[in-house]
């Protein structure tokens, strides 16, 4: 079973903060692209952002220049610092696990991003 727990959503105003941790196992950390899925109310799920296990990362144009994946190796944790938050951004975030067979998915966290 792959175990990719996510945790840090919560509600924030525009313009605010979230760092969102993905905590894994430490093959699955190792040996795969981790990243970030989001799901909004009504619509399908999208990619937000994917980082491999060289450190390359690849985000989606809506979150660029405000959005970072990154590793937290000591911990086999995948972290999103998400700043400069817009209503938009309002999903349930999904870490995410590209195995060669299959990606895989956490249960995620909620953001939601309201005045």
């Known amino acids: 079973q792959v175990q990719l727990v996510a945790s840090g959503g919560g509600l924030v105003q525009p313009g605010g903060s979230l760092r969102l941790s993905c905590a894994t196992s430490r093959t699955i950390f190792k040996n795969n692209r981790m990243g970030w899925y989001r799901q909004a109310t009504g619509k399908q799920r999208e990619l937000v952002a994917t980082i491999t296990t060289g450190g390359i990362t690849d985000y989606a144009d809506s979150v660029k220049g405000r959005f970072t994946i990154s590793r937290d190796n000591a911990n086999n944790s995948v972290i999103l610092q998400m700043n400069s938050l817009k209503p938009e951004d309002t999903a349930v975030y999904y870490c995410?696990?590209?195995?060669?067979?299959?990606?895989?998915w956490g249960q995620g966290t909620q953001v939601t991003v309201s005045s």
């Open positions: 995410s696990a590209d195995l060669r067979a299959a990606t895989y």
